[in-house]
């Protein structure tokens, strides 16, 4: 049995799932795909997808392996036309922003003012 030193074994997993994740979103996939895509001259809008960040598993070695894996994702399906990223940290604040409209505790009027003093 091979044994890996921590460090070592982080990488070969980032490594793997790298891998995989470029396997995902191949153009050889994407290209079997093309019997699936509209007719010449319609566009379909871009499909909303959200990545969640990689939680890690690992000893305290692997503390930025999930964070690096969600980035090597992200660059990769950023290239995309067909789908349109979402950042959920930034979902996360703009519901956040809907459930105070919705509760009732801002005024519009006070959210205009706010808003005009921000710029």
Known sequence: MVSFSTERRNWLVLACVSALCVALVSPE?????????????????????????FQDRG??????????????????????PEMFLVDREELSKVLAEHEINLSGAVNPDQA???GQLTG
């Open 112 to 114: 205009i003012q706010v």
């Open 29 to 53: 996939r994407a290209l079997s795909q093309d019997k699936e895509k509209p007719a010449a001259g319609k566009l379909t809008a871009p499909v909303p997808t959200a990545i969640i960040t």
């Open 59 to 80: 000893g305290k070695d692997s503390k930025l392996t999930g964070a690096k894996v969600t980035d090597l994702l992200f660059a990769e399906l950023v290239a995309k």
